[in-house]
């Protein structure tokens, strides 16, 4: 059977967003991965500058391949965006390039939508200016943030070096609603793994940043809807294994 292309754009020290897409695409869509440039002497904040103007580049960087959709697995250049810039920047290199096109937000924001989820938990392993950025871009959005639960790495902030027990361990010393909407920020950080026990016992939707990448770009690939929401959580009765 013959399967799509899905396009991917990831930060050069980015360890988390391939080998958690992969997993995600699985057998649906091959994945084509390309990285924005590395720009040594810069700040966070400039570097993710760079990458927002890098874009248009990084589609072209793809050469003749043809691709059935594009994603920009990067939140954090998006966060120094309002929400309706960036739907409007995706939108119009969608139509340059003649591919669906969408950053990590904006299909995070469609998967918020597509729950109808009005409030959601932030969980953000961000510098804490990075962070209020995030809160702010949500707000902006249209999403009421309840709580922002950050998350660090050997007590510094450092996304890509958050470890599952660290992610796990700090989620549940937050001690989220058993019914909330949490979204865990950040295509950097390893997520799939703590899902499984961050979700455990509870019916939490929990969503993403290569998660609801994912989802967006496997919907364009094979052009059909793809089911995302809550797994009822139900107990074992008294004596039986789960």
Known sequence: MSRGRAGVIVPPANPAAEPELARLLGSRADMHVTRFPVRPGLTLAERLEAYNEALPAMICSFGGLRLDAIVSACSGSRYLLGPDEDRLACDELSRRFGVPFATATLATLEAIEHLGAEEI??????????????????????????????????????????????????????????????????????????????????????????????????????????????????????GQRT
């Open 121 to 238: 938990i932030l969980v953000s392993p961000y510098e804490p200016w990075l962070t209020e950025l995030a809160e702010r871009f949500w707000k902006a959005a249209g999403v009421h943030v309840g709580r922002v639960v950050e998350v660090r790495a050997r007590g510094r902030f450092a996304p890509y070096k958050v470890t599952q027990a660290e992610l796990v361990e700090q989620v549940e010393q937050a001690a989220l609603p058993d019914d909330a909407v949490v979204l865990i920020s950040g295509t950097g950080m390893l997520t799939l793994p703590a899902l499984v026990s961050i979700g455990a016992g509870n019916d939490r939707v929990l969503l993403t940043s290569n998660l609801c990448s994912a989802w967006w770009a496997l919907s364009r690939v094979t052009g059909m809807p793809i089911g995302l929401g809550r797994v009822p959580y139900r107990p074992a009765a008294q």
